[in-house]
């Protein structure tokens, strides 16, 4: 089974990126895990679509030969980030034949007050536009992160790792139940 992942925060210590690392360590055996980098990605533009440029092509392909995915939002002015968005642009075309296209897909992120709630609030609302498969249950907004993480974006704090263990336990066993219902 093959999970791939990104973030849309690009700094080093970023506690996103800490969630990331956390959760390739809790992956079951036989689960891989690849990060991808939406920073690769150049500006979303209709006109570079009929020659797809080469980072966006390999960025699509990765999706396309995962079983499930991961989104991890900060929350940048009450939203995701504009590198996230622009990576969802691209993925999300053309609509029909999306790679992410009724995949099972989770979200999360850690933030301040609202632990992400409207980054990802509007990521959901995005991926739903192109019929992303976005589980719907458990919600895991990772609340005042500066206090669970340390200051190289390492987590600290064992309730969330139980609640992101969850998470990702979900989205296996959504993969288990799509790829069983695919050789039925
Ligand atoms: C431009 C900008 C806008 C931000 N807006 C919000 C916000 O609306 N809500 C929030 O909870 N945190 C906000 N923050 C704080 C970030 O969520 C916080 O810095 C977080 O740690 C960033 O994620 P990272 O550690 O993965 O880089 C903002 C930070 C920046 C740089």
Redesign the pocket.
């Given at each position: 089974m093959l999970i791939v992942a990104f973030?849309?925060?690009?700094?080093e210590?970023?506690?996103?990126?800490?969630?990331l690392r956390e959760v390739r360590e809790m992956l079951p055996e036989g689960v891989e895990f690849e990060v991808l980098a939406p920073e690769e990605l150049p500006y979303y533009n209709m006109d570079l679509e009929a020659n797809e440029p080469e980072a966006v092509s390999a960025f699509k392909a990765r999706i396309r030969q995962a079983d499930g995915a991961l989104i991890?939002t900060?929350?940048?002015?009450?939203?995701m980030?504009g590198v996230l968005k622009n990576a969802l642009d691209w993925v999300s075309r053309p609509r029909e034949t999306s790679p992410l296209r009724g995949k099972p897909t989770i979200i999360t992120?850690?933030?301040?007050?609202?632990?992400?709630a409207?980054?990802q609030a509007q990521l959901r609302l995005a991926l739903g536009r192109f019929g992303v498969n976005v589980l719907e249950q458990p919600v895991v907004h990772i609340v005042k992160?500066?206090e669970k993480?340390d200051a190289d974006?390492n987590l600290q704090d064992e309730e969330t790792r139980a609640n992101l263990r969850a998470l990702v336990l979900a989205l296996i066993k959504a993969v288990e139940e799509q790829s069983a219902i695919a050789t039925a």
């Open positions: 973030t849309g925060s690009l700094r210590k970023s506690l996103n990126k800490g969630i991890v900060p929350e940048f002015n009450g939203g980030p992120g850690a933030g301040a007050g609202g632990g992400t409207s980054a992160a500066w993480f974006g």
